[in-house]
Each structure stands twice: as C-alpha cells, then as structure tokens.
C-alpha cells in the first residue's frame, strides 16, 4: 500500500511539471500579446499575475511534496528498522498501528496537492477564457476594419468615376479652347489711330484727323495675346456700308496684314491705308474699321475725319 501510495505521489508530481509547463506557455503568450496589443493595458497585467501567483503555488506544492516523500521514506526506515529488531517481541499488530500515523501524514500531504493543483487548474482556465474573450474582441475590431475599408474602397471608386468624367470634360474643353485660339488669337482691348508716311508709321496715336493732313492711317491695337505666333489679318475700312479698297485691295477687305502675336498684354501695329500725296485719300466724314482675323470677326472701331 506504501508502495501505491508513492506511486500516487510520483503522478501527481508529473502532473504538477505539466501544469507548469502550460503555465510557462501561457505565460509567454500573455506577455507576447501584451506587447503587442495593450500596452500596459491593466487587465492584462492582472492575468499575467494570476499566472506568475499560480507557477509559484505549483513550485511550493513542489517543495511540499519533496517533503512529504522525506518524510514519508525516513519514516519507513526507522519503521522496517524496528521492524527487524524486535520481531521476536512485537506482536504484528503492534507493526502495524506504529504505521498509521505516516500513513495520516501521506495522506494529508497529499490533499494538500490535489488542491494546490485545482487552484493551478482554475488559474490556467481563467487566464484561457481570458485569452478567448480578447480573441473575439479582436475579430470584431477585424471585422469592423474591413467593412471601414470596404466603404473606403467604394467612395474612392466613386471618386475615380467622378475624376474620369471631369478628365473627359477638361480634354473637351481642351480642345474648344485651342480651336477658339487657333480663330481668335487675341483680345483687343482698345484701337488707336494716327497719321504717317508709307514708310514711316506714327509716333503718336489717339489725336484728331484733318483730311488736309493725311498721308495714311495707320491702326495700333492694345490686345491680350491667347497664343504667339504669325497670324494674318483682313483690315476692313467702310464709309457708310460702302468698304474702302484700292487697285491693289484683295477680294473681301480693303487690305492685309501679316503680324506676329505674343502672349499676354501688348500692342501691334496693323498697317495703314491711304498714299503718300498728303490730303488726297481721306475726305472728312465719319469712317469704320472693323478687324477680321481670317473669316473670324475681332473688333471694330469708328473714325472721324474732320
């Protein structure tokens, strides 16, 4: 029975270096998931302690338990000692009363374990059940992730829908302003008359015209440039509605003018109509100047001659 009784005792102490092993295990994986999750998150350290509180009862059962088998082995020897030496004059019965009270000790030794082992026990499936409630707290935050990423994904969908429509307007209305550009080069601002030779065009523009004066008048326009370049213009000179034009007049305006445009505010110099006998073209009266950039109409300016 002594036998069976240590035998018992070799068991459990294999299963107390089980529990501790799953302690250890446990442990571990509480410290890993609090340096990655909690960052000094208060419950957690709570479980780590009622791990660490449960691997030292299991290290003092262990204690215990060598104790109990000291005790136990010392006490068998004295006992099988007497045993030998006083066979012949101790009755069996006497033997056997002198064991009960080792047997005793045993035995509440061992309860002792059995209970320090449920407390282990206990302490490893509440720090488990732990484990499992941040589990599914996690698999909600997951979930929760993926349908914010989800809605995400469709607004930046939606997003690029709206980018792809107003790139296709922007394209559209690329191309109506360079095809504007290409009819209307510039924006005149205002036009400017004066009086000048044929080789020589004034220096001085906006004063009042005398018929008796003129050799040619000459237009200076103040224009915004939407492109540069060398554009042609069609200069048209009317009296009435009757256009001006002369022996060397092309066919739709009274002359022509090549001019080279430049981007942004400047002013450009037309041409002049007229000849250099000074008083013999021009007669006083009221005229119009209207300024065609190819079949496109640009601005117009009336001209009195006094």
């Known amino acids: 029975m002594a036998q069976s009784f240590y035998e018992t005792l070799s068991d459990v102490g294999d ?91 045993s035995v509440k030794g061992f309860v002792v374990t059995i209970a320090v082992l449920i407390v282990a026990v206990l302490a490893v499936a509440s720090a488990c059940g732990y484990f499992y409630d941040r589990a599914r707290k996690f698999e909600r935050l997951y979930d929760s992730a993926n349908e914010m990423v989800s809605s995400g994904r469709d607004e930046l969908n939606a997003l690029n829908g709206e980018r792809k429509t107003l790139t296709e307007k922007l394209t559209e209305l690329q191309a109506y302003k360079d095809n504007y550009i290409e009819h209307f080069p510039l924006v005149i601002n205002s036009i400017e008359f004066g009086n000048g030779r044929y080789d020589s065009a004034p220096s001085i523009y906006g004063e009042r015209l005398y018929a008796s004066d003129i050799y040619y008048v000459y237009i200076r326009v103040n224009y915004n440039g939407e492109t540069s370049g060398n554009k042609t213009f069609n200069i048209k000179w009317y009296r009435g509605n009757t256009m001006l034009t002369g022996n060397g007049s092309p066919s739709g305006c009274t002359y022509k003018k090549d001019a080279d445009i430049r981007l942004g505010e400047n002013s450009q110099v037309l041409g002049g109509w007229g000849n250099n006998q000074r008083g013999s073209s021009w007669e006083a009266g009221s005229y119009r100047v209207e300024i065609w950039c190819g079949d496109n109409f640009i601005a117009s300016k009336n001209l009195t001659v006094y």
Request: overall charge positive; proline content about 3%; charged content about 35%.
């Open 15 to 105: 299963s107390l270096k089980r529990v501790r092993k799953h302690l250890k295990a446990v442990n571990d994986n509480m410290v890993e998931m609090k340096s990655m999750t909690h960052h000094g998150n208060p419950l957690c350290d709570l479980s780590l302690d009622q791990v660490r509180i449960a691997d030292d009862l299991v290290e003092k059962t262990y204690h215990r338990l060598d104790q109990i088998v000291t005790r136990s082995g010392g006490g068998g020897a004295d006992i099988a000692e007497k045993g030998r030496n006083t066979r012949e004059h101790i009755p069996q019965k006497e033997i056997i009363i002198e064991k009960v009270p080792v047997k005793q000790r």
